[in-house]
């Protein structure tokens, strides 16, 4: 390797279909080895990931799935952008062995684009099972490019796919010969015609192979690339002249006829390289049969159903353990502090701020765990694209898209990813209707506000409390779909064009990995977000110092010390510290603004330390309760925060917050994503202005119903 | 041609365990998609399942099964094997 070769970084982009296990390929290869540098997910820009590998620095960058490089959805440009202007050194095509024909069709786009690729057949072990053989050394040849089976779930191959990938880039290696996709003879003339006319235009700027490309992508009317050509009319006209010759010729137009040649091509080249046995393997029979329950026209709803309540149940009866484990030793913790430290302000900072409002929050990760858990097992064997099937047409009938349960059921996890889960959406407006309802989805920040209150004031009827939740939040999710789809957003039905995929074992090690991220997700916004926001709260309920009091407790309090011991005086003196301190709390600087907007939430009766934590949970849902657990960490020091709350509500002001703090505002985090997906500030201004009205009016609602019933 | 042209059905009309060849895609962003995703002319495809309420099926396609929805399947013209 020579000297240069070895400091620059090389960029490794990773290209495949959905479900070709090309996430699988970036986590292992990223986790297996120490990372350099860590670049969280940004916009719509790919994941990216420095590792180390003989000694050179590789940049892993993970292209988000697809079918084609056609550019018709977000995720299609996105890869098609990054392979063509970032160029990176090499391109890794993920291929699903046991799928070849429909994942080749994307390989035939990356031949003629020209990029160094390594083709990786993935799955081969799936693939074998299923009675497919591969005569990889006859792909290399056919493709241009090494070819290497890779299992991703054990991480065979792997190793000799960045060994292919150091050796492709190295310049001393020789160049694979190229080869081309071939059309029929009149498309090929078509071509050769418009490779003419930009060679003149371009002249000694573009290799066959470039111009080529670019004749095709014309031809195939690609817009984006026409729109960058504008400036050479001739070039336009004439493209606009074989397309339509083409068509009135062939009855078919160009974009139908290079798919069909590319199909072709890919049919071709099997022939050769590829030998299926005749018997329906075991497996295959398996799925099948599976499929016959999962999706029966009868069953296949009800067993859904029945899934997502068992999540749900286990996600809350499960969790409980660990929960109760969790609690006592955070308790135990406050006590040994306690005992410890010298009364002082940083003590009473330690506890009743940082482990209140961190400890209050945290011992809800266990819960957040298991539903991690569920969302991944899910996804991971396929079951979820086919709730999407199950689910398509009565999601049609809520102006959705069956494609929509997807960021719908994530966005019970959290919501952001979700949103962008959105992306698989084939048309824009399917696409905002999904960005808009999600954030109503209760996701596993809001869980702890609602397991506090429902264990709070609905102590018997805790669970379903909550499963009530979670049945209003994708009720008001469908109900609003129904509403934008009808008014704001009205337009022509959008397509629905899904893959099933094959059933898939889950890999242990692929569910562990979702949970720890999500994990260590939960802790860091504990550790950052939730931390900084308890002492934020500790310090304006604790400020300013100097009060001036309605009337001088601390020397009723001593005036009473001196009278004779009774009862009368222990209840007179309970009264009087209550009341001081409650006067203390509302003089502070978080009564003050706690007070001031208080008046909004006056028509539900909620007081101003719930206008405060519904405050806080703007940055983040967790808040809420970490708000809660700080604000009341005073005044009942020996009991808990659920009984500290019980009687601050009737039960119908106690549901009005809790429909409240699931459907006001979505956070920042989500905020960000809306703006991203639905792609302007008049989208995220809709959803805010509609979130809080509903959840308002709907909170006031249940609060006089209240009145009236109880 | 001619004999083809009288037996052409469209996707949607295939019956269950029914296969078919296709004869043609409609020219729109739709039929583009689908073509990408197999359903080109020549290629093979069949019934596998349909949804407790009619709509979508599930057809195979080049190996793999395809979810689309019956007013979509139009798009595409069969001839049947």
Not at chain 1, 391 to 420: E, Q, S
Not at chain 1, 479 to 487: E, Q
Not at chain 2, 50 to 64: L, Q
Request: include cysteine; hydrophobic fraction near 45%; glycine fraction near 8%.
């Amino acid at each position: 390797m020579t000297h240069d070769v070895k400091i620059k970084t090389l960029t490794v982009a990773l290209t495949g279909n959905p479900n070709s296990g090309k996430t699988t390929i970036f986590n292992k290869l990223a986790n297996a080895r120490e990372s350099v540098g860590n670049y969280p997910r940004v916009t719509i820009a790919p994941r990216e990931r420095v590792i180390e590998h003989r000694g050179r620095q590789i940049m892993l960058v993970d292209l988000p799935g697809i079918y084609s490089l056609s550019a018709r959805t977000p995720e299609e440009q996105a890869g098609r952008d990054y392979i063509h202007f970032k160029r990176p050194d090499v391109v890794i095509n993920i291929l699903d062995s046991g799928n070849l024909d429909r994942s080749l069709f994307l390989t035939t786009q990356l031949i003629e684009m020209g990029c160094p690729r390594i083709h990786a057949l993935n799955m081969f072990d799936e693939a074998r099972r299923k009675g497919i053989s591969i005569d990889t050394t006859a792909l290399v040849s056919m493709l241009g490019g090494p070819v290497i089976e890779t299992v991703a779930t054990t991480g065979e191959g792997l190793e000799r796919l960045l060994d292919a990938a150091l050796e492709i880039a190295n310049p001393a290696t020789p160049p694979h010969p190229s080869v081309s996709v071939g059309y029929d003879a009149h498309l090929e003339a078509a071509i050769e015609r418009v490779r003419a006319q930009i060679t003149e235009l371009h002249p000694q700027e573009m290799s066959a192979q470039q111009s080529r490309w670019l004749a095709i992508k014309l031809l195939e009317g690609d817009d984006e690339i026409l729109t960058r050509e504008g400036e050479h009319k001739e070039l336009i006209e004439q493209v606009g002249t074989e397309r339509a010759t083409f068509k009135q010729h062939h009855d078919e137009s160009c974009e139908l006829a290079f798919a069909a040649g590319r199909y072709g091509f890919i049919h071709g080249l099997l022939m050769e390289a590829r030998t299926v046995s005749a018997e329906i393997p075991d497996e295959a029979m398996l799925h099948t049969r599976v499929d016959d329950i999962l999706l029966h026209r009868w069953l296949g709803l009800p067993i859904l159903l029945s899934l997502m309540w068992v999540m749900f149940e286990t996600t809350f009866t499960l969790g409980a353990y660990p929960t109760d484990i969790i609690k006592s030793g955070v308790d135990a913790l406050s006590g040994f502090l306690g005992s410890i430290l010298p009364d002082s302000m940083i003590k009473d900072l330690l506890l009743n701020g940082v482990l209140a409002g961190v400890g209050g929050t945290i011992v809800f990760l266990p819960n957040v765990v298991i539903l991690f858990f569920f969302l991944a097992l899910f996804s991971e064997t396929g079951y979820i694209a086919r709730g999407a099937f199950l689910l398509d047409r009565l999601m049609h009938l809520f102006g959705l898209h069956g494609k929509a349960l997807i960021p719908l059921i994530m966005g019970y996890g959290c919501n952001a990813p979700a949103i962008m889960a959105t992306r698989t959406i084939e048309g824009r407006r399917s696409r905002i209707i999904t960005s808009l309802v999600t954030p109503f989805m209760c996701c596993s920040a809001r869980l702890p506000v609602m397991m506090l209150f429902a264990g709070a004031f609905f102590s018997a009827h805790a669970g379903s409390m909550v499963f009530a939740m979670y049945l209003l939040s994708i009720v008001t999710a469908l109900g609003s779909a129904i509403l934008f789809s009808k008014t704001v957003l009205r337009s022509m039905p959008e397509p629905f064009v899904m893959e099933l995929p094959p059933y898939r074992l889950p890999s242990i090690r692929a569910v562990l990995f979702h949970m720890w991220e999500n994990a260590a997700g939960f802790l860091q916004k504990v550790g950052s977000v939730i931390l900084v926001g308890s002492i934020v709260i500790w310090f304006l309920q604790e400020f300013p110092r100097e009060i001036t009091f309605s009337q001088n407790y601390d020397a009723a309090l001593t005036e009473l010390a001196s009278q004779p011991a009774s009862d009368e005086r222990v209840s007179e003196e309970e009264r009087l510290t209550a009341e001081r301190d409650r006067e203390k709390l509302e003089k502070s600087y978080l009564g003050r603004i706690g007070m001031a907007v208080a008046p909004v939430f006056e028509p539900m009766g909620f007081g101003w330390k719930d206008t405060v934590a519904i405050l806080t949970g703007v940055v983040a849902k967790e808040a809420v309760v970490a708000s809660y657990a700080v604000l009341y960490a005073q005044s009942k020091e020996s009991e808990g925060l659920m009984s500290a709350i019980s009687g601050t509500m009737n039960p119908a002001q106690a549901f009005a917050f809790m429909v409240f703090a699931l459907l006001y505002l979505p956070c920042l985090a989500t905020i960000g994503a809306i703006r991203r997906e639905a792609g302007s500030w008049k989208w995220v201004g809709f959803s805010v202005a509609y979130s809080l009205g509903l959840a308002w009016t709907l909170a006031l609602i249940i609060v006089n119903l209240g009145r009236v019933l109880l | 041609m001619q004999n083809s042209q009288m037996e052409a059905v469209t996707l949607a009309d295939l019956g269950p365990g029914q296969s078919g060849c296709v004869v043609k895609v409609a020219d729109d962003a739709l039929g583009h998609n689908l073509a990408a995703m197999g359903l080109v002319r020549g290629a093979t495809v069949s019934l596998n399942r349909t949804a407790p309420m009619g709509n979508p099926r599930i057809y195979a396609i080049k190996g793999y099964q395809l979810s689309l929805r019956n007013e979509d399947a139009r798009k595409v013209l069969l001839r049947l094997s």
